[in-house]
């Protein structure tokens, strides 16, 4: 019996139909779960980015007004954290450490700060006092990190001892923990105090809570300060700050009581400053200060790459370790 050709047309419709439904069913299905991947993928990825990258700025927050010089840096990046960790950090730990474990590597047991990991900010002040400072951290920090901390100087040794939320050693030092998860450490209780407090005074000293790098000093109440540009003239003022890039550039400024300084004077301190080695590498690399007067207000422009930050940490910690506080008790 011969079928009739609308009949037959009707079977082959319908068969390309039913692959056609076929193909829009396993499509959707990829497709579905391609989006059920990519949105998988965004939320793991913000988790860690919050986790272990991302963190709120507050260490400006916790600058009290009548600081005499400011200094606060990102150490998000690698430009800034690598060299900070290297030579800075191990400084925190003293002479403390237990054979094989850094105070860090115990504290971390105790608690679940991880302060290499978790840190994205630090901050150091002076003043009013010559013997007035503060160091402050920030980051993706925990609660209960002065718990942690008691009981590792306990099992040191060392002599700080536990006042309600605060450890207090026998020299003055003292060390909190912000509202904000921040960690203070000041050079007494007093001076705990001004600095525990989140407020806007750094707005008034010209610290801005995000940026690579940022300073504000008094040199006229900073002997230190004052005897670093001392061949300048009478500074009045010195600020400085930093932009992300590669090298980093570093902006100064120095607010002059009397006639500012020739450039050639300025660019002479700099080398003695940063060491003549040094000074000659970097002009070679990026050339010499650039020295601008406007007024009263010198602008210096310099540029610093990755191993000239490595030097500036390495002769940092030198200092400290020498004059710096510890937590010898």
């Known amino acids: 019996m011969l079928q009739s050709p609308a009949r037959g047309r009707g079977r082959a419709v319908s068969s390309e139909a039913s692959a056609g439904e076929r193909k829009s ?16 993928g965004v939320v793991v990825a913000l988790t860690m980015h919050r986790t272990f990258v991302s963190a709120e700025r507050v260490v400006a927050h916790h600058v009290p007004a009548d600081a005499a010089a400011v200094v606060r840096v990102d150490l998000e990046k690698a430009t800034l954290f690598a060299p900070l960790r290297r030579f800075l950090l191990p400084l925190l730990d003293g002479d403390s450490s237990a054979p094989g474990k850094t105070r860090w590597e115990r504290v971390a047991a105790r608690s679940k700060l991880v302060v290499g990991r978790d840190t994205r900010e630090a901050l150091a002040l002076w003043g009013p006092g010559s013997d007035d400072w503060a160091l402050v951290l920030g980051g993706n920090y925990p609660d209960g990190a002065v718990g942690a901390l008691a009981e590792v100087f306990h099992e040191e040794g060392r002599p700080w001892q536990r006042a309600g939320e605060r450890l207090l050693s026998p020299s003055g030092h003292a060390i909190a923990q912000a509202g904000d998860r921040a960690l203070l450490l000041a050079s007494s209780g007093e001076r705990l105090q001004k600095v525990l407090p989140s407020t806007n005074a750094h707005e008034a000293l010209g610290i801005p809570l995000k940026g690579a790098f940022a300073f504000a000093g008094d040199p006229r109440k900073l002997p230190w300060l004052a005897g670093a540009l001392a061949p300048l003239g009478d500074v009045s003022r010195m600020t400085a700050s930093a932009d992300w890039s ?6 100064i400024e120095l607010t002059c009581a009397g006639t500012p300084p020739a450039p050639a004077l300025v660019q002479e301190r700099y080398k003695a400053l940063v060491g003549a080695e040094e000074a000659a590498r970097l002009e070679h690399l990026v050339g010499l200060p650039e020295v601008e007067t406007r007024g009263q207000v010198l602008h210096v422009t310099t540029r610093w790459d990755h191993e000239a930050l ?5 002769r940092l910690a030198a200092v400290l370790q020498q004059r710096g506080p510890s937590a010898r008790g």
């Not at 069913?25 to 998988?40: D, E, G, K, M, N």
């Not at 590669?246 to 902006?251: R, T």
């Open 310 to 314: 490595e030097r500036l940490a390495e």
């Open 246 to 251: 590669s090298p980093l550039v570093v902006h």
């Open 25 to 40: 069913t396993s499509f959707s299905r990829v497709a579905l779960v391609f989006i059920a991947l990519f949105a998988l």
